[in-house]
């Protein structure tokens, strides 16, 4: 069973002699934030500059998006949310809960990291693979934003798509530590997008929304443990939610060096879930859409080298020839 737009088959999801790949960057649009804030705001650009050092892909590879039409937003965000965010009215309760003091530049970025996940989807359908060296705000909900999250981008660009009669069905794989408890609510009703989370049974958020597949790990879970859960759910669930097109959340939190993660995963173990995830749904001839969701490792260098990893599994993997990837 295919979901593919009427006129399409699965087997033609994926472009046979598609263009190269690409990703996408608002690393430019950066904030300032206190010196003691938790969100390593620094990361994106050490991403952006990592997967160039790499080699994984050429600089002139990497672009950087308009911002996100407000018509856009509206798909997911009420009118009432988007007024606050754009003209900075915001209550103290409401800047707290979504964690940043509000800034033009926290708009600008917004705009620019929605507009990303948008093209990254874009190109999936084009490419094979669409890649956002950002993205993954899944904790934003219709009408508020947490957890670091303003807008949720994911959820935008499936609505554009839909809208662009591009897809009928979506799946979203969330595999960053953390519950997408926005994304699940915002498709909680709607049975064309299949919502995955895999993330800390007791970690934030802990009031938790329910998605169509929630798998729970405890603390302290390992590499053998998280790829045995992956592996026995992830085809039934590929299966079973018929997609278009994959949106995959690489969060970098499960990692044992984050903060925030409580998980025990090495940056080996973070690869291979990456390469399950990828090559699962290449072989099923999905297009697939990377993000990049959290991180919070103690070294900011360890955060972009875990996603740079997950920008050459996919590139490789959604590649008709294999990169040579520098140490």
């Not at 699965?10 to 790949?21: F, G, I, N, T």
Request: one cysteine or more; proline letters at 4%.
């Amino acid at each position: 069973m295919s979901g593919a737009p009427e006129g399409l088959s699965a087997e033609s999801l994926v472009p046979q002699d598609s263009l190269p790949l690409r990703c996408w960057t608002s690393a430019r649009w950066s904030i300032s934030l206190p010196a003691e804030h938790r969100f390593p705001i620094e990361k994106y650009g050490l991403i952006r500059d990592t997967v160039i050092r790499r080699g994984i892909l050429p600089a002139d590879a990497v672009c950087e998006p308009e911002r996100a039409e407000l018509w856009a937003l509206r798909l997911v965000h009420t009118q009432a949310y988007l007024d606050s965010i754009m003209n900075g009215t915001l209550s103290p309760a409401e800047s707290r809960k979504l964690g940043f003091p509000w800034s033009q530049g926290l708009v600008e970025r917004s705009l620019r990291t929605v507009q990303a996940t948008l093209e990254a989807g874009r190109d999936a359908l084009d490419r094979g693979a669409g890649i956002t060296l950002a993205g993954g705000t899944h904790h934003a909900f219709s009408g508020h934003g947490e957890g670091f999250c303003v807008f949720n981008d994911v959820a935008v660009a499936i609505r554009v798509l839909q809208r662009e009669g591009r897809i009928v069905r979506a799946m979203v794989i969330d595999l960053d530590v953390h519950q997408g408890n926005g994304t699940a609510r915002i498709f909680a009703e709607d049975d064309d997008v299949f919502t995955l989370s895999m993330h800390g049974a007791g970690n934030y958020p802990f009031q938790k929304e329910v998605s169509t597949l929630d798998l729970e790990l405890e603390d302290g879970c390992d590499d053998v443990t998280y790829l045995d859960v992956l592996t026995r759910h992830l085809e039934p669930a590929i299966e079973a939610a018929a997609p278009d097109i994959v949106f995959y959340l690489a969060g970098s939190d499960p990692c044992i060096h984050d903060r925030f993660g409580r998980l025990a995963l090495t940056t080996e173990g973070l690869a291979e879930r990456d390469r399950i995830v990828a090559q699962t749904c290449r072989t099923r001839n999905i297009p697939l859409v990377l993000t990049m969701s959290g991180g919070y490792a103690r070294k900011v260098e360890d955060i972009a080298f875990i996603h740079s990893e997950s920008v050459r599994i996919v590139s490789q993997i959604y590649s008709s020839k294999h990169l040579k990837v520098s140490k």
